[in-house]
T-cell receptor, first 114, second 114 residues
Framework: DAMVIQNPRYQVTQFGKPVTLSCSQT?????MYWYQQKSSQAPKLLFHYYDKDFNNEADTPDNFQSRRPNTSFCFLDIRSPGLGDAAMYLC?????????????FGEGSRLTVL | AQKVTQAQTEISVVEKEDVTLDCVYETRDTTYYLFWYKQPPSGELVFLIR??????QNEISGRYSWNFQKSTSSFNFTITASQVVDSAVYFC???????????FGKGTKLTVNP
């Protein structure tokens, strides 16, 4: 059974029209991540939550925001998508603490901007 | 700063050939963790292996094997008797102890032809 679930798998939006991507997890992990992956590139970390603490990467545009209402859910909001925001968005979770375990990834949400 | 280099952008082999994917890393942390992930065309990142910096034992899992050499800061991945289903992009990644950020290499696209 999938442990990190992302919805929708495919999202088409218009230039400038806000979009929200969701991620839920059944692992009860305290760390949740959002990565952006453009075609033929490595995943790029946008931000992560450690418990309720939000950690933004310095180069993440203000256009990208996130919410984590509880342990299980995390949302990625793109306020005004541009053509350059078309990408695969990957959510991942990890149990932060003394032992560094692997990240568990969802299947991704592929965003198309028209 | 942490950095992961996968010098091979693309590799193409014929089924049943052995293939090695190279990974070289840089970190100032004395304790760190290395990972390999597989990304098939469907897009999800599949965890393959985690290795911590204190464990230099090589590991074999079926047709997969990993060679970790701290002296050369390398963590290479070999697929023996490759199969078409091994076709994917493979990412090497690094996380330092106490850090929450997984740093990816740029990935190596492996194509196994029948």
């Amino acid at each position: 059974d999938a442990m990190v679930i992302q919805n929708p798998r495919y999202q088409v939006t218009q230039f400038g029209k806000p979009v929200t991507l969701s991620c839920s997890q059944t692992l009860n992990h305290n760390v949740m991540y959002w990565y952006q992956q453009k075609s033929s590139q490595a995943p790029k970390l946008l931000f992560h939550y450690y418990d309720k603490d939000f950690n933004n990467e310095a180069d993440t545009p203000d256009n990208f925001q996130s919410r984590r209402p509880n342990t299980s859910f995390c949302f990625l909001d793109i306020r005004s998508p541009g053509l350059g925001d078309a990408a695969m968005y990957l959510c991942a979770t990890r149990q932060g603490g003394t032992v560094t375990g692997e990240l568990f990834f969802g299947e991704g949400s592929r965003l198309t901007v028209l | 700063a942490q950095k992961v280099t996968q010098a091979q952008t693309e590799i193409s082999v014929v089924e049943k050939e052995d293939v090695t994917l190279d990974c070289v890393y840089e970190t100032r942390d004395t304790t760190y963790y290395l990972f390999w992930y597989k990304q098939p065309p469907s897009g999800e990142l599949v965890f393959l292996i985690r290795r911590n910096s204190f464990d230099e034992q090589n590991e074999i899992s079926g047709r997969y094997s990993w060679n970790f050499q701290k002296s050369t800061s390398s963590f290479n991945f070999t697929i023996t008797a490759s199969q078409v289903v091994d076709s994917a992009v493979y990412f090497c990644a690094l996380i330092g102890r106490g850090s929450e950020k997984l740093v990816f290499g740029k990935g190596t696209k492996l194509t196994v032809n029948p």
